[in-house]
């Protein structure tokens, strides 16, 4: 998206500051990883 992610002018820019929000808040894809593989196991 290059500087239309980092302009408040446009809609993208609110799109990729909220997924960085949820990715802080539900952790990394790794970790999210573990969590699947675990309950996957149990």
Not at 12 to 41: F, H, N, P, S
Request: proline fraction near 2%; glycine fraction near 10%.
């Amino acid at each position: 998206f290059g500087g239309n992610g980092y302009s408040r002018e446009y809609p993208v820019e609110k799109l990729m500051r909220d997924a960085k929000i949820y990715q802080i808040y539900e952790g990394t894809t790794q970790i999210q990883k573990q969590i699947i593989v675990r309950e996957l196991y149990r």
